[in-house]
């Protein structure tokens, strides 16, 4: 199986919530972790500096396409940050309940 930890950022807690609802309830994640972050990035032109909330959302790679689909649905940001990255390896039990978790 193919495992994927995909990112995506937004600008408070509340829309986080609301997206890891989506994925969770939509079987599209087994599990979706938050972190606030301070992200430095260029805009416009401009140099912004933003308190965010990063999202760590574990899935299968062949569910990605769905999942980028419901943040994108769900996000506020003219161009939400959505980057994913494959898992090489990772405790066995763990990647073994995220695959029980996704069938059910």
Not at 33 to 40: L, Y
Not at 58 to 72: D, F, G, R, S
Request: proline fraction near 3%; charge should be positive; charged fraction near 30%.
């Amino acid at each position: 199986m193919s495992y994927m930890i995909v990112f995506t950022t937004t600008p408070d807690n509340e829309s986080a919530q609301k997206i890891a609802d989506k994925l969770i309830e939509e079987n599209l994640a087994a599990c979706v972790s938050f972190t606030p972050v301070i992200s430095n990035y260029k805009w416009q032109g401009r140099i912004q500096k933003e308190n965010e909330i990063e999202l760590k959302i574990k899935t299968k790679a062949k569910k990605y396409k769905k999942v980028e689909k419901v943040i994108k649905s769900l996000q506020t940001y003219e161009i939400p940050q959505i980057i994913a990255v494959k898992v090489t390896h990772g405790f066995g039990d763990y990647l073994k309940w995220i695959d029980k978790t996704l069938k059910a």
